[in-house]
């Protein structure tokens, strides 16, 4: 296999892993309420927890590969995803926890820098490369947390759970021996940090709000869906089948929408075709929840193309890959700090109204901030370079 060729297996088979710790959790809750002996409060923290750390570790991503290199720090951001995989196992609560942080912060870095090297390492094939990323993160979700009930009748609760290090592992060995064989010059490496120009400019904003809010619909719909179901009627086995159909269809979506949105210099048309579907599926489950068969794949796939398309407009609204790291550090940063509010907040609606109405019509309002940040995020413009590279840029191309 040729070096470039192992470095993008190893940068989409990390992509498959980044996800897991999220979704091997939620069918899994009554279990772990049980034992190891958490309240339903506390158990719903778990589900929200890895996606706060994903915000908060985003933080320190671009620093990190301006030190090291953006290649050598996905492979320290896999190490923290194999050891607290495995540690989930160790079965008690504070275990637990402990190493959902741990898998968090790894998953963060590693949410960062694929697109940027992506972008630096392989500039003709950036849609297809992000395709193929963005359609294992929502595979891994989805065999996960499919699969998260059955191993859990085979290996019990820490086995179902600590069963995922072995793919976290592979992308580890990969990825590892792609980068040690490999003598091109790191990416993303060097310059200066110039984030602050980031946070004053409306393009990024508009990047950083759509990726946020439409995290927050994901991340709601991944962990309430299913109870959402059966209390609308459906058999824990149908729920959790279309959880897994929620998980699933948007897949075909994530690797299309990267391939069309890179070969067009304008994604506003995308981003109203995707990310309109998204209201649409969820006042059908709000008006007509009996109907769940048919909203779910069209929630999957807008939710697919969606989420594909924020990350690929990380890549394609800067002008590098070292500003791409950072824009995707302060979108990721503020934009899982938000979605980590969404299930939660979900939450909360269903116990103070004991229903689905009030949290239904709370993740449909999020559409009208979604679309709104999204369509002009779309427009054929790029977020300001960094100091050192002022000046490089074609007149006009700043946004």
Known sequence: ???????????????????????????????LERNPGMSTAV???????????????????????????????LVVAVVPICIGTLVRAAGSAGALFAATVLVGVGVAVANVLVPAVIKARFPSRIGPLMGVYTGLLGTGAAVAGGLAVPLEHGLGWQGSLAV?????????????????????????????????????NRLAWQVTVFF??????????????PSILRDHGFSPTTAGVLNSVYALVGIPASLLAPVLAT?????????????GLEPLAIAGLLLAPGAAAAWVPVFAIGQGGTFALTLTLMVLRAPDARRSAELSGM????????????????????????GWTAPLLFLLALGVPMLAAGIPAGRARFVPPSRDERGTLPAGATG
């Open 212 to 225: 946020g809010v439409q995290s927050a619909i994901f991340y709601s719909g991944l962990t309430w869906l």
């Open 43 to 73: 158990a719903g923290l778990l589900t929200s927890l890895p996606v706060l750390c994903f915000g908060l570790g985003a933080l320190v991503a671009a620093p990190l590969a301006r030190r090291r290199g953006g290649e050598a720090a």
């Open 331 to 354: 979108a990721q940063a503020l934009g899982y700090t938000v979605a980590a509010l969404g299930p939660f907040l979900v939450g909360v609606l269903h116990a103070a109204e004991g």
């Open 263 to 275: 070969r067009r210099v304008d994604q506003r048309r995308l981003v109203i075709g995707f990310a």
């Open 164 to 200: 995922w290090s072995a793919p976290a592992a592979l992308a580890l060995v990969v990825l590892g021996v792609a980068v040690f064989r490999d003598a091109t010059p790191a990416s993303v490496r060097g310059g200066v940090g110039d984030v602050r120009a980031l946070l004053r």
């Open 1 to 31: 296999m040729r070096r470039v060729s192992l470095l993008a297996a190893g940068l989409v088979l990390t992509g498959f892993n980044l996800r897991i710790a999220v979704a091997s959790v939620p069918p899994l809750l009554k279990d």
